[in-house]
């Protein structure tokens, strides 16, 4: 009996198909939600905020939105206006999702923007131009022969 308990759950293999596809209609939802200004809050209203991914739990129970205010502006006011509008959200998100339990809702800060622009800027270092730009090192020429006399044949 407990080898089958053992197998009901994957652990480690990264997300299921069904988490990836609620995850996908969770985050659509609640970008429309938020575009539309169904929810009633002067904050979310003023704000445009892109909604760049979803994580839900294995058991669909929590989903975790990473957000991020158009043009990084009124952060904390966004992230509090979020939280504070969280059930709300909830109950919107969750119309039209055919899920027994609607996700619990948590929003995260977006911060593959910034991680992209550190990208880019390290890209554009003169340093690093110049190293991409070297060769290898790996041509014919540079090799080392085999010392006379260490025949194998």
Do not use: Y
């Not at 053992?6 to 939600?33: D, M, N, T």
């Not at 205010?69 to 039209?96: S, T």
């Not at 055919?98 to 622009?117: I, N, Q, S, V, Y």
């Not at 090192?137 to 090799?143: L, S």
């Amino acid at each position: 009996m407990g080898f089958m308990c053992a197998k009901r759950f994957k652990s480690g293999s990264g997300p299921s198909q069904r988490q990836l596809r609620v995850a996908e209609v969770i985050r659509h939802r609640l970008s429309e939600v938020l575009m539309r200004g169904e929810v009633h809050d002067d904050t979310l209203s003023r704000l445009s905020i892109t909604v760049a991914e979803v994580r839900v739990t294995p058991d669909l129970r929590i989903a975790r939105a990473f957000v991020m205010p158009l043009g990084g502006q009124d952060i904390e006011a966004a992230m509090a206006a979020l939280r504070r509008r969280q059930g709300a959200l909830r109950h919107l998100v969750a119309n039209g999702l055919g899920l027994r339990f609607a996700p619990e809702l948590k929003f995260e800060l977006d911060t593959t923007f910034d991680a992209m622009d550190n990208a880019r800027r390290m890209f554009a270092d003169p340093r690093v131009q110049a190293d991409i730009a070297a060769p290898d090192g790996d041509t014919d020429d540079t090799r080392q022969e085999a010392p006379e006399g260490d025949d194998d044949a």
